[in-house]
């Protein structure tokens, strides 16, 4: 799994549901990881890729991230997938072997491992916890903020942006060809989705916030939220500050939190704004840079979101995928700036919904952003609609379902049903 607060705590959220099942639960990752697997309940950790990802080390890897946004972002992330592939690809076989695992969960997002699986014949399915990928160019590709259309030149553009996403990570494509090619295994790379389960690809986002697509492959399934509350504890927050009044809950995620414009103008917001808001910083210390803070602005490293997501009537993000959800599940219109990476395709759905509005967080002015919180605040549809999307976002129901169709996949594998996710 990538070494991601939002993706590992996908990750271990699936995993404790497999355990529930009554499966012996193993976890593979890097070394920065085993303190957090190790509070876990019935879990082992093996450790994999130390030469390359020493402990204490993905904190500086990914520090450049932090203030990056747009395309150079999305290339950097691609940079450091490659490198991480890299790495999975020398050292898997190892960890598989070690830990004696017959069967996978996959981060889809981080490559290499589905490879290193089909060389030893150890069947797996796919957890996207980012947005999923279209290979088709019927819909844009999860990098851009464009909206479903059909039409040939929207399809047309479609393809163009997936071959510009193609192009930068064709090295890393070549490295796993050259693996499989090695361990003797044929695979059709004339299907975009070869390395993809045939079992079963899960992924986050409802149907129902998603672009219709009938080019989707049939494993693909959208189980809708599955990240578990954070334990976190968040006494120390400032409780006793909250009015009563209009809440907005402004984050930007805990990667890239070091665009300190942001933060800027998220406190001139509040200064002409007459509701109250609160802004955590994931962690950074922006605060500490910040201009003085106003009134009605509670300002902080961290939250408890969930809580105060419950009080909230608007929500401004950079467009994480569990951010948004939990913000839905509450009912909780959105408006989003997105960053990089797949941040721009889950703004576009946010818009396509019409659960909130959008402008990329390069292009945001303070009159932009007023007018935007404005729109959402005063148009009712856009709560309704947030209202509505919550019947699709039950988080344990979500949970169950995706522990039942891993279970299913998996017990295939003996009793040789041909389609185990029907």
Request: charge should be negative; hydrophobic fraction near 40%; charged fraction near 15%.
């Amino acid at each position: 799994m990538l070494p991601l607060y939002s993706h590992v705590s996908v990750l271990l959220s699936v995993a404790r549901q497999m355990h529930l099942l009554g499966h012996e639960v193993i976890v593979l990752g890097l070394c920065d990881l085993q303190a957090r697997v190790t509070q876990e309940e019935g879990m082992l950790f093996f450790p994999m890729c130390e030469e390359e990802y020493p402990p204490g080390s993905i904190a500086s890897i990914f520090a450049p991230l932090r203030s990056m946004s747009g395309q150079a972002g999305t290339e950097f992330s691609i940079d450091l997938l490659s490198d991480l592939c890299k790495a999975v690809l020398r050292d898997g076989p190892r960890v598989l072997r070690q830990s004696r695992a017959q069967a996978l969960v996959i981060d889809f997002s981080a490559k290499g491992m589905e490879a290193v699986a089909l060389s030893m014949g150890i069947p797996y399915v796919q957890v996207s916890n980012a947005l999923h990928s279209d290979y088709s160019g019927y819909t844009p590709f999860w990098s851009y903020d464009w909206p479903p259309d059909t039409t040939k030149e929207a399809i047309e553009r479609n393809r163009s942006g997936l071959y510009r996403f193609a192009q930068k990570a064709a090295p890393m494509q070549a490295m796993i060809k050259h693996f499989l090619t090695d361990a003797g295994v044929t695979v059709n790379w004339n299907d975009p989705h070869a390395l993809t389960s045939r079992l079963a690809w899960l992924t986050q986002l409802p149907s129902e916030l998603d672009f219709p697509n009938p080019y989707w492959p049939e494993q693909l399934i959208h189980v809708g939220p599955l990240c578990e509350p954070s334990a976190t504890d968040h006494a120390d927050f400032p409780w006793h500050l909250l009015t009563g009044e209009p809440l907005i809950y402004v984050s930007f995620g805990t990667l890239q939190n070091g665009l300190l414009p942001l933060y800027q103008m998220i406190v001139q917001l509040a200064r002409a704004k007459t509701c109250q808001i609160v802004l955590t910083t994931g962690g950074s210390a922006q605060q500490d840079k910040s201009e003085d803070v106003p009134g009605n602005l509670i300002l902080v490293k961290s939250a408890p979101q969930l809580e105060l997501l419950q009080r909230a009537r608007l929500c401004i993000t950079h467009g994480g995928v569990n951010t948004v959800l939990e913000a839905l599940q509450y009912g909780v219109p959105l408006v989003v700036l997105p960053i990089t990476n797949d941040q721009p395709g889950v703004a576009a759905r946010v818009a396509h919904a019409e659960v909130g509005v959008f402008c990329r967080a390069e292009e945001i002015t303070l009159p932009v952003l007023s007018r935007l919180v404005d729109e959402v605040l005063n148009n009712p549809k856009y709560r309704m609609n947030a209202i509505l999307m919550q019947t699709a976002l039950d988080r344990k129901q979500s949970l169950a379902h995706a522990g039942r169709i891993i279970d299913r996949a998996f017990a295939s594998i003996s009793t040789g049903i041909a389609n185990p996710i029907k």
